[in-house]
Nanobody, 130 residues
Framework: QVQLVESGGGLVQAGGSLRLSCAAS????????MGWFRQAPGKEREFVAA????????YYTDSVKGRFTISRDNAKNTVYLQMNSLKPEDTAVYYC???????????????????????WGQGTQVTVSS
């Protein structure tokens, strides 16, 4: 069983930055592919970014490319989402997710699917004011 705990959300003005963190329990974090998703009120949960278990490969949805950066520190069992140039449309609850298969996904189409992930955090609210 893996527990994921997100932190770093908050209220920020448009154009500002936030850094989300997701701390994972367990000793096999380095074998998990990790993802960030978000869900705005009244909308479905959507893919934001993903990183493979080694950190070499990263994937982003088009709307955040060039603004958001996903990274991981396997020594700290933590994955990060650096969010710059935030827009009001980025307002959502942000969730991190872990894929326990270790290399299960081989491409973008797999990483964007909610069904590819085995564990989810409780979410952290990000609110961007205009």
């Amino acid at each position: 069983q893996v527990q994921l705990v997100e932190s770093g959300g908050g209220l920020v003005q448009a154009g500002g930055s936030l850094r989300l963190s997701c701390a994972a329990s367990g000793r096999t974090f380095s074998s998990y592919d990790m993802g960030w998703f978000r869900q705005a009120p009244g909308k479905e949960r959507e893919f934001v970014a993903a990183i493979n278990l080694s950190g070499v490969s990263t994937y982003y949805t088009d709307s955040v490319k060039g603004r958001f950066t996903i990274s991981r520190d396997n020594a700290k069992n933590t994955v990060y989402l650096q969010m710059n140039s935030l827009k009001p449309e980025d307002t959502a609850v942000y969730y991190c997710a872990a894929q326990a298969g270790g290399g299960y996904c081989s491409g973008y189409g797999c990483y964007v699917s909610l069904a590819s992930y085995d564990y989810w955090g409780q979410g952290t609210q990000v609110t961007v004011s205009s």
